[in-house]
């Protein structure tokens, strides 16, 4: 199988933090994009196109797809057609797996347990992340996030991150990697979008200060900021389509929402660009950001959101406006 041979050239690439870890500044995740979604051919020209873009960084969770595990099992169905060592894969445990009381949640049990069942499903020998992916209120911290460090030291992840956690724990959890000598945490993977900005005090202080990366989930609000629900809900989206697995609903598409998202798309005209395309640009604005992870229905899905990249700067009115507009 053959690639473009120039995709390096049509990709931004950030430090991951302090690391030597470089991501591209738009990365492709599987959450509700493949697994059950999407036939492996269509996942196969989505990751294609990806990756003829520059796109090297494709983000995973255990309980992604349907049934939970489905979106891996796509991907370890392709991965052998692209060269290993220059993709990113990443994958995450923390939701529930399995019955009993070991297939949820942070222990050092469940995390390694996951691990292990994501290599054979993703059919790799390691993943470049491995992430908890949510607090568990019930298991101590130290035992978390020393899994996390086991998982590196023997191989199988080669950087450690954090998602879903805010200040304290987050500040915590790298205490604990300074203070044990652990695999420091490389990155942090938080939602965040025009309407929801609380990690803006509870995890970009934390991880410019640190030196942690950060990789945003859902910052388009998993369509909702994009032109797709301006006209009402079309068949086949995810909002008509209920996917379940935390998708979004019909709910919510709001009309005080979609109102908001219009003036916002009129904005975005005025740059030059798609509401999607300013809405990921708004997030990669912010320095202490190295990624935003899209989800594509189709490899066309995937070159218009990469396009954002052509105008990430905002004028101080433009700012001005965004806000407003997002406030009400």
């Known amino acids: ?24 500044a738009v990365s492709l995740g599987g959450w509700q994009a493949i697994g059950s979604y999407r036939d492996d051919s269509a996942a ?25 595990g489905a979106s891996e099992e796509v991907f370890g169905r392709i991965v052998a057609d692209f060269p290993r060592e220059e993709l990113v894969i990443s994958s995450k445990a923390g939701y529930r797996m399995w019955p009993g ?15 292990e069942q994501s290599l054979k499903r993703l059919q790799v020998d390691h993943l470049d992340i491995f992430y908890s992916h949510r607090p568990d209120p019930n298991t101590p911290l130290d035992e978390t996030i020393g899994a996390l460090d086991q998982l590196v030291r023997q191989g199988k992840a080669l950087y450690a991150g954090i998602s879903n956690y805010t200040d304290p724990a987050f500040t915590r959890a790298v205490e604990l990697t300074k203070q044990r000598a652990w695999a420091p945490l490389t990155i942090h993977q938080p939602r965040y979008h025009l309407f929801e900005r609380d990690v803006e005090h509870t995890v970009l202080p934390t991880a410019g200060r640190e030196g942690v990366g950060v990789i945003i989930f859902s910052p388009l609000a998993q369509g909702i900021l994009t032109d797709r629900y301006l006209d009402g809900i079309p068949a086949g989206s995810r909002a008509a389509t209920d996917p379940g697995n935390g998708g979004i609903g019909r709910d919510a598409v709001k009309p005080e929402v979609i109102a908001r998202v219009r003036k916002l798309s009129e904005v975005a005209k005025r740059r030059g660009q798609t509401m999607a395309q300013m809405a990921l640009a708004w997030v990669l604005k912010d320095p202490r950001v190295t990624s935003v992870l899209i989800g594509a229905s189709s490899p066309e899905q995937v070159l218009q959101n990469v396009a954002c990249l052509g105008n990430l700067s905002f004028s101080g009115h433009e700012l001005d406006e965004i806000d407003r507009i997002c406030a009400g």
């Open 1 to 24: 199988m053959t690639f473009a041979a120039n995709r390096y050239d049509r990709m931004t690439y950030r430090r991951c933090g302090h690391s030597g870890l470089l991501l591209p």
């Open 44 to 68: 196969k020209a989505i990751f294609t196109t990806a990756f003829d873009a520059g796109i090297t960084h494709f983000d995973f969770a255990n309980n992604y797809g349907k049934p939970s």
């Open 101 to 115: 009381p070991y297939g949820e949640w942070g222990s050092r049990k469940y995390l390694i347990e996951s691990c």
